[in-house]
């Protein structure tokens, strides 16, 4: 499976952003796909995933309400929105994939990560 994540940059607390994730390389359906972010100085840790087929979501307390992961299954991306960014949301951001239903703290698969700064 390859992930390819974007949509990351620099945006003021309050404000939204963006990110996408093209999957490519399986059949995406078998899969839950994640994002998992990693601020500097901590471990990476989970913060939303979507069962490909099912559309079921999951999500970490520490942003649920604020973001929401989606997927469109024409385009092979998912999509993690997210809302009232604070500057403790500032991190790397991972797209992953995991074969089967649920989530993972450890996927099978991740792409590269992009960079989101939120300045305060």
């Known amino acids: 499976v390859q992930l390819q994540a974007s949509g990351g940059g620099l945006v003021q607390a309050g404000g939204s952003l963006r990110l996408s994730c093209a999957a490519s390389?399986?059949?995406?359906?078998?899969?839950?796909m994640h994002w998992h972010r990693q601020a500097p100085g901590r471990e990476r840790e989970f913060v939303a995933a979507?069962?490909?087929?099912?559309?079921?979501?999951y999500y970490a307390d520490s942003m649920k309400g604020r973001v929401t992961i989606s997927r469109d299954s024409t385009k092979n991306t998912v999509y993690l929105q997210m809302n009232s960014l604070k500057p403790e949301d500032t991190a790397v951001y991972y797209c992953?994939?995991?074969?089967?239903?649920?989530?993972?703290?450890?996927?099978?698969?991740w792409g590269q990560g992009t960079l989101v700064t939120v300045s305060s």
């Open positions: 979507i069962r490909w087929s099912a559309r079921t979501t």
């Open positions: 992953a994939a995991k074969h089967g239903s649920t989530w993972s703290r450890s996927p099978d698969y």
């Open positions: 390389g399986h059949t995406l359906s078998t899969l839950t």
